[in-house]
């Protein structure tokens, strides 16, 4: 306590400024323990605070990332990654409305689930809610983009990176990395919203085994083949850890995407902070956004087998078979029937 004009002061507000370059949601995680250990030794033992100096360095990261990359199981990491770049193309948005906000970043907070509700989420498909969040985010950004047939989208998932014994580390290990939503092939095939968990579920699971390489070697892996165009990703997804008490809070940085879905684990349960862009997305935009989000969710849960395609925000996005031809989402098949090739193989 102390007293300030006059006033008994028994309240104060640490604020913690870190660079997201340099510390990442597993280090501000990490450094709340820290802090309140050493400010209120009621709260663990503070001993628990040394395992900073005995965790690896960022340094020994880097030269285990650098023997990754020098490795076997880099060339699997790397076929993995670019396949989650085949046949997809940037977001292409609707022209914004005029906007006369100064601001460049909006922030909005949708919707807080409770533990029990992701754990009944969770049961209900068989994974983590968090795969089936992702699904669903997948899906509405593909809804408000404008329609490309055979061609899908990428999200950025903001993946741990972070190998087993480095939690005491206080550094940047979170990798960003694309992952393809397959909802053009969804809507052909007729697809559930089991199945879309069950797809999408499975390609995050698998970029966690390969969460070592890092964005950069991908970057210059694609460009070999690539347009830089085709790169510009514009919609990225992470989750950040719960601090170490609820009188902590964090605030999530805004990158250069035009959407931000943060989900911010809390002591209660996880709420999701949107960041957008006011250039892109005026209010009315990100409401519908909001409610086909809402929507969404309320409907996986009562019925985990209704089909994508009857999302009204998809129906546009629903092509039509081509009659006596190769299935609408064998690209490959559709490019080499075209007549240019076959002009070409005379």
């Known amino acids: 306590m102390s007293t300030k004009n006059g006033l008994l002061q028994s309240h104060y507000d640490l604020y913690i400024v870190g660079h997201h370059i340099a510390v990442d949601g597993s280090s501000m995680s990490y450094l709340s323990q820290c802090i309140l250990q050493q400010l209120d030794s009621r709260l663990g033992n503070p001993a628990g605070t040394e395992t900073s100096s005995n965790s690896p ?21 790397e076929q993995f990654w670019m396949s989650q770049l ?10 914004p409305t005029t906007n006369n906000t100064k601001d460049y970043r909006v922030m909005n907070t949708w919707v807080s689930f409770t533990n029990d509700e992701l754990k009944d989420w969770s049961s209900l498909y068989k994974t983590s809610w968090f795969r089936i969040a992702f699904s669903i985010v997948g899906l509405i950004t593909s809804g408000i983009s404008k329609p490309t047939p055979h061609h899908d989208h990428t999200l950025l998932v903001a993946l741990g990176g972070r190998p087993q ?51 950069v070697s991908l970057v210059d892996a694609a460009r070999e ?82 089909q994508v395609n009857e999302l009204p925000y998809l129906k546009r996005h629903i092509v039509s078979d081509i009659v006596s031809g190769p299935s609408i989402d064998a690209v490959d098949s559709i490019s080499s029937s075209r007549v240019h090739k076959w002009i070409e193989a005379r």
């Not at 360095?57 to 990491?77: E, I, N, T």
């Not at 969804?186 to 390609?203: C, H, I, N, P, Y």
């Not at 170490?244 to 940085?253: F, M």
């Open 225 to 306: 083949t690539m347009s830089d165009k085709m790169l510009d990703f514009k919609v990225s997804v992470t989750f950040s850890p719960k601090l170490a008490s609820e009188n902590c809070t964090i605030y999530p940085v805004e990158g250069v995407w035009d959407l931000f879905f943060c989900f911010l684990e809390t002591q209660n349960g996880v709420s999701l902070g949107v960041i957008s862009n006011p250039a892109v997305f005026d209010s009315d935009a990100l409401e519908t956004m909001r409610e086909q989000f809402l929507d969404t969710v309320k409907l996986s849960r009562e019925n985990p087998k209704f």
């Open 165 to 215: 014994g480095y939690e005491g580390c206080v550094s940047h290990m979170a990798n960003t990395m694309p992952i393809r939503t397959p909802v053009s092939s969804l809507l052909q095939r007729r697809a559930t919203f089991a199945d879309a968990v069950k797809e999408m579920g499975r390609s995050v699971s698998t970029a966690k085994k390969h969460e070592m390489f890092p964005f």
């Open 86 to 95: 085949t046949h997809t193309v940037p977001f292409e948005w609707a022209a």
């Open 57 to 77: 360095s960022y340094g020994q990261f880097v030269q285990k990332q650098d023997a990754f990359l020098r490795g076997p199981a880099m060339k699997a990491a």
